[in-house]
């Protein structure tokens, strides 16, 4: 597509749900990240895809994050047991050289 | 972790005025980027400096950075309504490390 696209766009769960959070990258760009921004501060890594394999996790926060991309393009985050710290943007960016990201709009995510 | 720390925090100008906003960082960089976001949302690329350049030019963007003090700054000069948002730096390392994002600098300007 012409862009990344992240959805859904906003998520509100319960505390101790599962959730799942889709990005679609731009075609062609092997590298895809996981961010998570809260109020207030810059995005924080979670995790980076090269192709299918994560070349580095070291930003997620606990084993109850994880994320999957299974064909080297769509990417899932899941959530399991999801707590009220975890409410959030969730960014998702792709890139062809690994330099300049192209972000897409975001996922909300809302625990109550 | 966040490595790059923006300052101000917040800045409010007129419209036409220049807004300038710094960045600092701690580890050595192969380069540093600046990105804008509006609303909370999507961040969207601005202009990229690499370790060897010292400064660089886009539009009404100019950036410089001085690897010896390890910090950059971003210009926008004869500013505009639309330029308000929250403006980030963020640093490359090397090889395949992700970028490390500052908490960023929120910009209002008034018309």
């Known amino acids: 597509g012409a862009g990344v696209s992240q959805t859904p766009s906003n998520k509100v769960t319960e505390k101790g749900k599962y959730v799942e959070l889709r990005c679609d990258p731009i075609?062609?760009?092997?590298?895809l990240y996981w961010y998570r921004q809260s109020l207030g501060q810059g995005p924080e890594f979670l995790i980076y895809?090269?192709?299918?394999?994560?070349?580095?996790d070291s930003g997620l926060p606990n084993d109850r994050f994880f994320a999957v991309r299974p064909e080297g393009s769509v990417s899932t985050l899941k959530i399991q047991r999801t707590e009220r710290g975890d409410s959030a943007v969730y960014l998702c960016a792709s890139s062809e050289t690994g330099l300049g990201y192209t972000f897409g709009s975001g996922t909300r995510l809302t625990v109550v | 972790s966040q490595q790059g720390e923006e300052d101000p925090q917040a800045l409010s100008i007129q419209e036409g005025e220049n807004a300038t906003m710094n960045c600092s960082y701690k580890?050595?960089?192969?380069?540093l980027q600046w990105y804008r976001q509006n609303s909370g949302r999507g961040l969207v690329h601005l202009i990229l400096?690499?370790?060897?350049?010292r400064e660089k030019h886009s539009g009404r963007l100019r950036v410089t950075l001085d690897t010896s003090k390890k910090s950059s700054s971003l210009l926008i000069t004869a500013s505009r309504a639309a330029d308000t948002a929250s403006y980030f730096c963020?640093?490359?390392?090397?090889?395949?490390?992700?970028?490390?994002f500052g908490k960023g600098t929120r910009l209002s300007v008034i018309a």
């Open positions: 075609s062609g760009h092997t590298a």
């Open positions: 963020a640093t490359f390392n090397s090889g395949n490390t992700p970028l490390v």
């Open positions: 895809f090269q192709g299918t394999g994560a070349a580095d």
């Open positions: 400096i690499r370790s060897n350049e």
């Open positions: 580890t050595s960089i192969n380069n």
